[in-house]
């Protein structure tokens, strides 16, 4: 059986215990990106995997289902809900040389609770013909009254814009971070809206000039008819933090502490990491493979390369509450 609408989420918790040779994930990512991997696997393997997409309220999901949980693995699409699951109580560690050795330290918990799957970076969309590719070249510039009323972002209190801020915080400490949110804000060209996708469409609009996104939103752009002249008209640049490299966030795996089918799920776990599946899920989503070596897709590929950040997630992480709290001290949706 496969689970491909929300709806039958719920039909997992009433179900009848797992056979030995299937498993059941929660995934924030729709079905169907999730479907090429899932067939791969149960070729490869001979184990069925039932996916319950489940949009919000995962943690509290796990949370309510306790012991009685089906899942044994959730797949995310952010560092931060990742770290919901995680700190709700319902993940368990998972000792594996296998995801040591495919997945580098900064993109999996130090303590084994959560593992990164692939990479997505934080960047700025620039409009080919009012932005050269030098004008942007670190987070830190974006504060620079040069772009006052020429950015566009969604809001500060979104998973990724908030993961950014972390990412500063670590970098620079709190006061200069407050100072940059303070920057940034002064120079936007609107109130932040939408999603990053809206983002390139300001830009071609000619409503901003320059905008915070991540890159996997322009290969969804790209792929469809009616949003690719918005794409088309942006070049995707990789800025840095001062003397260190681009910020990262991750899609990411954990094990439920309810876990049924344990050895199953570790199988299916470690086989993301291979080279087949993290070929398979990061063309797919237009992201970057965690495990070095594997070959990016062609689009990916075009974009250029550029060196991540080296703050570790799980730092990052820890400092989200932090950078909530500047988001809201500053007003930077108001």
């Known amino acids: 059986m496969s689970f491909r609408l929300p709806a039958l989420a719920l039909l ?12 059941n994930v929660y995934s924030h990512r729709q079905p169907e990106l999730i479907q090429p991997l899932v067939d791969a696997f149960t070729a490869e393997t001979g184990i069925t995997v039932n996916v319950a997409f489940i949009d919000k309220g995962m943690a509290e999901r796990l949370v309510a289902e306790g012991d009685r949980s089906p899942a044994d693995v959730v797949l995310t699409v952010d560092i931060a809900r990742l770290m919901q699951i995680v700190e709700a109580g319902v993940t368990q560690p998972v000792t594996s040389a296998v995801l040591e050795a495919d997945i580098p330290a900064t993109l999996r918990d130090p303590e084994n609770r959560w593992f990164g799957l692939t990479t997505r970076a934080r960047i700025v969309y620039a409009a080919k013909d009012r932005v050269q590719p030098g004008d942007v070249t670190t987070y830190e510039d974006l504060a620079d009254p040069k772009w006052k009323g020429r950015i566009c972002t969604r809001s500060g209190l979104s998973d990724y814009n908030v993961a950014l801020t972390s990412a500063m915080i670590a970098h620079h400490g709190e006061d200069y971070t ?3 949110l303070e920057g ?3 120079n936007l060209a609107r109130k932040p809206e939408g999603g990053d996708r809206d983002q390139v469409k300001a830009i071609a609009a000619g409503l901003c000039d320059i905008a ?4 996997y939103y322009i290969g969804q752009m790209l792929a469809d008819p009616e949003q690719a002249p918005a794409a088309e008209a942006v070049n995707v640049l ?3 933090f001062e003397g260190d490299g681009t910020h990262v966030n991750i899609s990411g795996m954990a094990m439920t502490k309810a876990a049924p089918n344990r050895e199953a ?11 087949t599946a993290q070929k398979i899920y990061a063309e797919t989503n237009n992201e970057y493979p965690v495990k070095p070596g594997v070959e990016r897709s062609a689009l990916v590929a075009s974009w250029g390369d550029f060196t991540p950040d080296s703050k570790t997630l799980a730092e990052i992480a820890s400092l989200r509450p932090a950078a909530l709290k500047l988001v809201e001290t500053v007003d930077f949706d108001g």
């Not at 799920?265 to 080279?275: G, N, S």
């Open 184 to 186: 940034l804000k002064a």
């Open 238 to 240: 990789f800025p840095v």
């Open 178 to 180: 407050k100072g940059w």
């Open 212 to 215: 915070i996104g991540n890159t």
């Open 12 to 23: 997992l918790s009433s179900a009848l215990p797992a056979l030995a040779d299937e498993i």
């Open 265 to 275: 799920a570790l199988k299916f776990m470690e086989w993301l990491t291979t080279d």
